[in-house]
T-cell receptor
Framework: GDSVTQMEGPVTLSEEAFLTINCTYTATGYPSLFWYVQYPGEGLQLLLK?????DKGSNKGFEATYRKETTSFHLEKGSVQVSDSAVYFC??????????????FGQGTILTVHP | EAGVVQSPRYKIIEKKQPVAFWCNPI?????LYWYLQNLGQGPELLIRYENEEAVDDSQLPKDRFSAERLKGVDSTLKIQPAELGDSAVYLCASSLGSPEDEQFFGPGTRLTVL
């Protein structure tokens, strides 16, 4: 079945540091890929997405590129801020069969940014 | 535009008691999902509805869990009887239904079973 493997955390960085959170996936067909974020005390919200190979999703300075050849969707940001402290989830949107539309999530990566 | 509404936000019950969670999706979203999120893990799908039809309930433990979406709008998830291992956050989400569409999540119900 579909699965998502995320870089284990927690990740602790200083403000303005470069961020990478690795995400790889296993899926049949052509899934869509997402990064969701959960800020402290808030619900899950979409950060960015990519719906086909080589697409780049971007939002709030974060980027991720859908790499079919390496089955990866790594999240990057050039300069993190304290306000980026949150839990980040990589997710796969199933594109076929009875699981059509289902999101399969990774286990989440806790990011803490210090001033 | 109002987001996905869930209630209650928190629930504490003793084991073997029943419990119910309610969700109202974003207006116009025909697809509704219930997810279970254990501490330190990502959400896992319990059931997916297209309008009032449950189209994927393969991960729903049907011996104690049930769900309904009678008029194709709001939905209720029930556990009877609750077990200690059911302590988790129950998330409701809604979307337009395609795999590339964003799923909008509610704040969740945090259930504690004592």
């Amino acid at each position: 079945g579909d699965s998502v493997t995320q870089m284990e955390g927690p990740v602790t960085l200083s403000e303005e540091a470069f961020l990478t959170i690795n995400c790889t996936y296993t899926a049949t067909g052509y899934p869509s890929l997402f990064w969701y974020v959960q800020y402290p005390g808030e619900g899950l919200q979409l950060l960015l997405k990519a719906t086909k190979a080589d697409d780049k999703g971007s939002n709030k300075g974060f980027e991720a590129t859908y790499r079919k050849e390496t089955t990866s969707f790594h999240l990057e940001k050039g300069s993190v801020q304290v306000s980026d402290s949150a839990v980040y989830f990589c997710a796969l949107g199933n594109a076929g069969g009875t699981s059509y539309g289902k999101l399969t999530f990774g286990q989440g990566t806790i990011l803490t940014v210090h001033p | 535009e109002a987001g996905v509404v869930q209630s209650p936000r928190y629930k504490i019950i003793e084991k073997k008691q029943p419990v119910a969670f309610w969700c109202n999706p974003i207006s116009g979203h025909n697809t509704l999902y219930w997810y279970l999120q254990n501490l330190g893990q990502g959400p896992e799908l319990l059931i997916r509805y297209e309008n009032e039809e449950a189209v994927d309930d393969s991960q729903l433990p049907k011996d104690r869990f049930s769900a309904e979406r009678l008029k194709g709008v709001d939905s209720t998830l029930k556990i009877q009887p609750a077990e200690l291992g059911d302590s988790a956050v129950y998330l409701c989400a809604s979307s337009l239904g395609s795999p590339e569409d964003e799923q909008f999540f509610g704040p969740g119900t945090r259930l504690t079973v004592l």
